[in-house]
């Protein structure tokens, strides 16, 4: 017997129900398990299903505010997610959006004009995604909160391409009864390691608040680079960091961030922890925290991280693997499927106004690389 799809409201900040088809290269399968994957791991192959193998669906809300009424229904959406083209705008008026019950009935046009107050809904089946771990370790628990371990690889918070292969997700699945669980703060998708969850508000109000304003919060990471560091001590590197502009020597603006004079004030302690062969295992400490600030650091230093698609190997290199996905000759030139950075260690004020360390093991991934 058929069941009713699952409907899964999307939170309010993600624009991950806009696209109407996933388009993706031939040459590349975005569906297959990563080089090397545990297979009795939960890889979220099927978690767009419900039971009866029929595809769930992701609703987003639109809701009108006074100060877009009278706009038209097609400008209106665009607010909302910025990334569609007009054409897209108009299949999803077309295919997608409806008003929400209780808010009138009638065919949407492009030309409808909103009114303040008005509640739409975008209503969608929900799509394969690629594959993610999404089995994650709780390295520490109390009544307030969690320190989790995440696997590389499980992005943390909804995108165009993920919505149930996410930490947010998982979480929930995971912890169906306690609804105020919280993400305090960020770590890319790659990266693997410490990341705090609050279980209340309040925890979550002191936590993302230290973590915000970097109080009495000390992160340690542990990366495998490429070379021997001379930092058998510890040393610093203090070298300003900026997001790539138009015009700079790059190919690519907005996303690379550069070191050099006109940036933000960025600051890593840095220590050469282990040696082996071609790498080394490096500690390091932020003391200020930019966008890729790690990664952006070692690379400039002469020792970029291991599978580093952005600062490792070159514009064109990390071009290639958006173009053709890890292909064998990319593989082996990044050595690892993903850049070898670990949230290893974590201190940060517990809600209870006591300080709280956690610490995550290094993977095994990493580990291989020093053995």
């Known amino acids: 017997m058929s069941t009713s799809p699952t409907t899964s409201k ?9 696209d109407l088809e996933v388009e993706v290269e031939a040459a590349v399968d975005v569906f297959t398990l990563p080089p090397g994957a545990d297979p009795t791991l939960d890889w979220g192959t099927t978690s767009h299903l419900d039971a009866d193998g029929s595809p769930k669906i992701v609703e987003r809300h639109l809701h009108v505010p ?21 054409t897209k705008i108009q299949q999803v008026i077309e295919k997608q959006l409806r008003r929400a019950e209780g808010h009138g009935g009638g065919a949407l046009k492009p030309a409808t004009t909103v009114v303040a107050g008005e509640h739409y809904v975008i209503r969608r089946p929900a799509r394969q995604e690629p594959p993610c771990p999404r089995t994650f370790t709780v390295v520490l628990s109390d009544p307030r909160l969690y320190v989790i371990d995440k696997p590389a690889g499980l992005p ?7 919505y149930f292969n996410t930490l947010t997700r998982v979480l929930g699945e995971r912890f169906p009864d306690e609804p105020e669980l919280q993400i305090c703060h960020r770590l890319d998708r790659e990266t693997s390691g410490c990341l705090v969850v609050a279980r209340d508000r309040e925890a979550a109000i002191t936590i993302k608040g230290a973590f915000a304003t970097k109080t009495a919060v000390t992160k340690e990471y542990l990366a495998v680079v490429h070379g021997q560091p ?21 190919l690519l603006p907005h996303i690379r961030m550069l070191p050099g004079p006109g940036g933000l004030q960025a600051i890593t302690r840095v220590r050469v922890e282990q040696r082996h062969g071609e790498h080394a295992l490096v500690r390091c400490t932020l003391v200020t925290g930019r966008q890729h600030q790690i990664r952006a650091h070692l690379a400039h230093a002469g020792f970029p991280i291991v599978g580093d698609k952005l600062y490792a190997h070159g514009d064109e290199a990390f071009m290639r693997f958006c173009d053709e996905g890890l292909v064998a000759d990319l593989a082996a030139l990044f050595v690892l499927p993903r850049h070898a950075l670990h949230a290893a260690r974590v201190t940060f004020p517990h809600p209870d106004r006591h300080k709280l360390t956690a610490e995550a093991p290094l993977p095994r991934d990493l580990m291989t690389l020093l053995t």
């Not at 006074?66 to 007009?86: M, N």
């Not at 918070?157 to 993920?162: E, I, L, P, R």
């Not at 070298?239 to 790539?244: F, G, N, Q, S, T």
């Open 10 to 18: 999307l939170p309010d900040d993600v624009d991950a129900v806009d």
């Open 66 to 86: 006074p100060e877009l009424a009278g706009l038209r229904l097609d400008h209106f959406v665009k607010t909302q997610i910025t990334r569609l083209s007009r």
């Open 156 to 162: 943390v918070h909804a995108s165009a391409k993920f």
């Open 230 to 250: 001379p930092w058998d001590t510890e040393a610093t590197i203090d070298v300003p960091l900026r997001i790539a502009q138009p015009g700079d020597p790059t």
